[in-house]
C-alpha cells in the first residue's frame, strides 16, 4: 500500500473517533482498536522500503526466501591431501644376541616381580610394529549465522494526545510510523554492509606505491593514501579472476564496483591521458530492465569494468585505536550524509521542540575535524559476486496455545493492554519489530570493499598527467591538481611515455624529454600534523626524486628534536640515506616511530633532506615540521 492510501486510512479512522468527542469513555478503547488496523499497515511499509530498496548490496546478495529456524543448511567440503611415504620395515628371521634386561615372576614371598636375567631380544616390528597414519586434509565450511533484530517504540499514553485534536494524533502517527518502518529498513542494510566487510575476503586499500596490492578479511590493513584508479581497479580485477573458483565470476571477468561518477570518470579521464588511449564516450547507461535488481540506476562501463553510480557511498574516516604485533591498528568511523540538529535551528522552525534531519556539511568535505583532530575523508567501493553470499528470511517460530509468536521479517507487533506493565485500563501501547534473517558464506573471496581517497570536493580539479597525483595534506587543497579553469597543455598529455612526472614532453612528437636537472622534494611539506592516539604508530614522509634520471642518485635525511624529546616522542630512524638506481624515479618513504609517551600538549620534531648526489639538487621542500597533537 502507498504512503498515500496509509495516510488517507489513518486520517478517516482517527478523525472518526475524536472529531466527535474527545471526552466520550471509551475514546482510549477505541483509539487501541484503530491503533491495531494499523499494524498490518506498518508492517506492510517495512516491506514495501525493502522492495523497492536499490542498495548496492542489498540487490546484489541473492534471498532465497523463508528457512525454519531449525533448518540448519551449513555444509562442509572436504579438500584431498597426501601423506607421506614411509619404509616398509624388515621383520626378524632369527633370535638375536641376548643383552640384559629383566622378565617378571614370582619373588620369594610369592608376590610378583622383576628379576634381573639375559634376555632375547623380540623384534618390535614383529607384531606390533604400527605406523600412525595420520589423515591429512584441507576443509572449507560454509556457515550460516542467524541474526535478529528486536526493538521498539517508547510506551506512549493516549491521554497525552487526547487534547490536542485529532490533527495533531494524526500528524504523530504519521511520524511515528514513517520513523519506525525507515529505521528498521535502514539499520538492516547497514548491517547487511558490515557483514560483507567483515566476511569478504578481498577488502582492498589503495595505499602506498603503485605496486602495491593486497587484500585482507575483517576490514583494511591500513587507511587509503590515493585516488582511485583504473590500473587499481584492474589489478584488482585480474586478481579476482584468478581466485579460488573463479569460474563462478559474473559477466566473463568484468569487474562491477559502485562509486560516484565523480570519482569514476576521474579515473577514467586521467587513464585516457596517461595511456594516450582512443576518446571513449562518458555518457552513462540505464538498466531498463525492470527485472533486473538494479533497475533504473545508472551505470558507465570503461575497459572490463563497470560502475554503478551511487553519489551518495559510504565515507568516513580511519582512527589509531593501539598497536598490536608492531603494527597499527586502525577503526574505520563512517560518517553520514545526514545529521540530527536541534529543531530550531532549522528554517521556519522557531517554535519547534526535538531534533531533526539536516544536511551533514562534513560528508562532502576532503577532511573533517572530530575532537579537535583533523582526518582525511575515505569512501568505500564495494565489490559483491552474487555467488559470495545467500540470505534467508527466518520463520516465526511457535509461541504458547492461543497466542501469536513475535513477528519476523519485519512484521510488527502492537503491544497494549497486560503487556504493558500497569496498564489495567488499557491506554497505553508501543510498537514491536523483529527481523530475523539467515547470511550464509559460500564464496567470500568474491566479495569485499576497496577504501580509497575519493576526489577532491572543494573545488572542480582536474589530474595532471604531467605530475604526481598525491594532496598537499597542509591545505583542503591537492598541490598537484589544476583548476578546470586553466588550460590544458597538451604536450604532456599526449606524450608516449609511460609516467611524465618531472619530464616535459617534444612538441613535435609528444616524447617525453628529460629534463636537465634533477630535484629532490619531500611531501608533506612544510608541515605535518600526526595523532597522540596512546600508541605507537609510523609516521610516514615521502622524498620525491623528479627530473633528470640518468645516473644513480641518493639524498640524506636527519630528524632533530624541537620541543620532542627523541626517545620518548618519537625514535630517530636509523638508516639516513635513500638512494635511487639510475633510471629509478618516483618516492622512497622516510618512516619515523612515533611512541605511546603521553603529551598533553602539542610536541614538534623536524625532518630535513640534504646532500643530493647524482647531478640532483634539493627542491623547495627540503625541510617538514612536524607537530604530535597532544591530547588537549
Known sequence: MSGHGLDLLLHVTLTSIFMPSLETPDTCRRLITALHYQRPLITKEMEVLLEQSNNFVTKSIPNKGVVAQYDNSDSIEFREAFQPFTAFREIASGPGDKISGSMPARACDGNRALIAADVDPYDPNACHGVRTWNFAHGHATKTTQDYRDAYESDVICIENYAQHGPDRVKAMFRALRRSFSRHGVDNYEAYLRYLVIKHGEANASVVGSANHFSVSTNGWEAPPEHLMSIPYLERYRQYMIGVEKSTVKNELGVLTVEMPRRDWFAAVAEDILRTNGPQVSLTAM???????????????????????????????????????????????????????????????????AGVAATRNEDYWKDYIVCDGVRYQMVSLAYVLNPAAFELYNISPTMGPEGVKPIGTNFEVNLVTGPYITCNEKNNKFKLLSEKKF???????????????????????????ACSDTSADTTTDEPSTYRPLSEPIASACETATCVDCFGNVANPSDGSCVTNADGTFEMEPCPVAEV?????????????????????????????????????????????????????????????????????TDDVTFTVTISNATGGASIGDCSVTTVTILGED
Not at 629509478?584 to 612515533?594: A, C, D, L, N, S
Open 286 to 352: 540505464q538498466y531498463e530492465d525492470p527485472r533486473a535488481p538494479f533497475y533504473g540506476r545508472e551505470y558507465h562501463q570503461y575497459k572490463n569494468i563497470k560502475c554503478i553510480f551511487n553519489e551518495e557511498p559510504e565515507k568516513g574516516y580511519f582512527k589509531a585505536n593501539g598497536v598490536s604485533g608492531g603494527k597499527t591498528l586502525w577503526t574505520f568511523v563512517p560518517v553520514y550524509p545526514q545529521k540530527n540538529v536541534a529543531a530550531t535551528e532549522l528554517p521556519g522552525a522557531s517554535d519547534g
Open 438 to 464: 539467515r547470511f550464509k558464506v559460500l564464496e567470500p573471496q568474491l566479495a569485499g570493499a576497496i577504501v580509497y581517497i575519493p576526489e577532491p570536493q572543494g573545488i572542480a580539479y582536474v589530474r595532471d
Open 531 to 599: 595523532v597522540y592516539n596512546g600508541g605507537t604508530h609510523n609516521l610516514v614522509l615521502k622524498v620525491w626524486r623528479a627530473g633528470n634520471l640518468t645516473d644513480a642518485a641518493t639524498v640524506d635525511y636527519a630528524v632533530a628534536a624541537v620541543t620532542a624529546v627523541a626517545g620518548t616522542h618519537f625514535t630517530d630512524p636509523a638508516n639516513a640515506t635513500l638512494s635511487w638506481a639510475a633510471g629509478e624515479g618516483g618516492y622512497k618513504e622516510i618512516t619515523v616511530p612515533i611512541l605511546a609517551a603521553h603529551a
